[in-house]
């Protein structure tokens, strides 16, 4: 009988936590440095790998994911390694998905050569803004100008690219965004990843916003316009929602995220990241020490950079999964929990399908039109004891 995880399938992370420059909205691990020593920074990676090898051998690994951080900042000789070495380590899908993070400001037409030649088959671009002056309010270190170059180069060299921008800005319209989507859409581009500005604690944003100082963000009326219109333009383009922020053409979906939306398995590698691993019929939650230096360190040193290690129980793991798989436009299949759906839980599923937020149709459990834009809540309600 299959494991759990193998509805979603098995990927791998790998985490590179290097910026040019820190952005005001970003939480995520990443730091700004003088130097990188690369080579040992590909030794505690490849070393890594292996250790995750011997603990998961014989699994089919689906895809690949260097996120960051700006991964476009790796010498292509490290990804090449760390690629050649995956290949040594696991089986392949023979459709692998392997997707590398770049910022249109890191981007050359030999470097991006040199990832594609490793075995690099997508690329996501953290491009943000079409416009100057709100690229430099998210600050941003490349122009609109910039962006677009960099799009061309990545078109060039490779045959799946996707690209983010965000919506909900200081100052934007609904017409602003509206007319910066259709040109988003306009280029020859698969996957957008769209996201609505969040302001985050800890963030350079957070401190400006409760310091009373982030003015003409637009309130929450206009942001649920912005969605809105978001899922209708996208739509009429033949790039549809399949998931609350992200739109793809027919095929070109994430398989990297989807591992994660549909509760596989996925191993987390450097600082920060963080996985999910069944072993021994046990679900665990893995996150690596999270200080570069530190990880860095505990590799070399000690041939391990878990800085923790949690078995989840079932409750957890059903909590997980629901967080996780309702995000997706095809929901989630309840008898992988069967034991988990309570009497409370028909309840709430009972209570928001009269509302109209969710829909369950045999064993699958979704998320309508009219429940996607409340998404929150609508966990909140599902999930209350």
């Known amino acids: 009988m299959?494991?759990?995880?193998?509805?979603?399938?098995?990927?791998?992370?790998?985490?590179?936590?290097?910026?040019?420059?820190?952005?005001?909205?970003?939480?995520?691990?990443?730091?700004?440095v003088a130097q990188i020593d690369q080579k040992a920074w590909q030794a505690a990676y490849l070393s890594?790998?292996?250790?995750?090898?011997?603990?998961?051998?014989?699994?089919?690994?689906?895809?690949?994911?260097f996120g960051g951080g700006t991964p476009s900042l790796m010498d292509p000789a490290v990804v090449d390694a760390i690629l050649t070495k995956v290949r040594a380590t696991w089986p392949l899908a023979n459709d692998i998905e392997i997707t590398l993070e770049a910022n249109p400001t890191s981007v050359e037409a030999g470097r991006f050569a040199g990832?594609?030649?490793?075995?690099?088959?997508?690329?996501?671009?953290?491009?943000?803004?079409?416009?100057?002056?709100?690229?430099?309010?998210?600050?941003?270190?490349?122009?609109?100008?910039?962006?677009?170059?960099?799009?061309?180069?990545?078109?060039?060299?490779?045959?799946?690219?996707?690209?983010?921008?965000?919506?909900?800005?200081?100052?934007?319209?609904?017409?602003?965004?509206?007319?910066?989507?259709?040109?988003?859409?306009?280029?020859?581009?698969?996957h957008l990843s769209l996201y609505q500005l969040t302001i985050e604690d800890g963030t350079a944003f957070g401190d400006r916003y409760a310091a009373g100082k982030l003015r003409d963000l637009p309130d929450d009326d206009a942001a649920a316009d912005m969605y809105m219109a978001t899922q209708e333009v996208c739509g009429e383009a033949g790039l549809f929602s399949y998931e609350v922020s992200n739109h793809a053409r027919p095929e070109c979906e994430s398989v990297h995220n989807k591992i994660y939306w549909?509760?596989?398995?996925?191993?987390?590698?450097?600082?920060?990241?963080h996985g999910r691993l069944t072993l021994g019929g046990t679900r665990y939650a893995t996150e690596a020490s999270l200080a570069p230096t530190i990880w860095l360190s505990q590799v070399l040193k000690t041939g391990n950079g878990d800085g923790n290690l949690e078995a989840l129980d079932r409750q957890d793991q059903f909590v997980e999964f629901l967080l996780m798989g309702m995000r997706l436009r095809e929901g989630v299949q309840l008898s992988r929990f069967s034991d988990c759906v309570t009497y409370i839980f028909q309840n709430n599923i009972n209570n928001l399908q009269e509302s109209g937020f969710v829909q369950k149709q045999d064993d699958v459990l979704r998320v309508t039109d009219q429940g996607y834009p409340v998404l929150n809540a609508v966990l909140r309600e599902l999930l209350t004891a």
């Open 2 to 32: 299959p494991e759990d995880w193998e509805h979603g399938g098995f990927g791998l992370y790998i985490h590179w936590p290097f910026c040019q420059a820190k952005c005001p909205y970003c939480d995520f691990n990443s730091h700004v």
């Open 48 to 65: 890594e790998i292996e250790r995750i090898g011997e603990e998961t051998k014989g699994r089919v690994l689906r895809s690949v994911f």
């Open 115 to 190: 990832y594609r030649d490793a075995g690099v088959n997508r690329v996501s671009m953290g491009i943000q803004a079409l416009n100057d002056a709100d690229l430099k309010a998210l600050g941003r270190l490349h122009t609109a100008r910039e962006a677009m170059q960099a799009f061309d180069v990545a078109r060039n060299a490779f045959d799946r690219v996707s690209f983010d921008l965000i919506y909900a800005r200081q100052g934007q319209s609904l017409k602003d965004w509206t007319s910066e989507l259709g040109q988003a859409l306009n280029l020859a581009v698969d």
């Open 262 to 273: 549909k509760y596989g398995d996925y191993a987390g590698i450097g600082p920060g990241a």
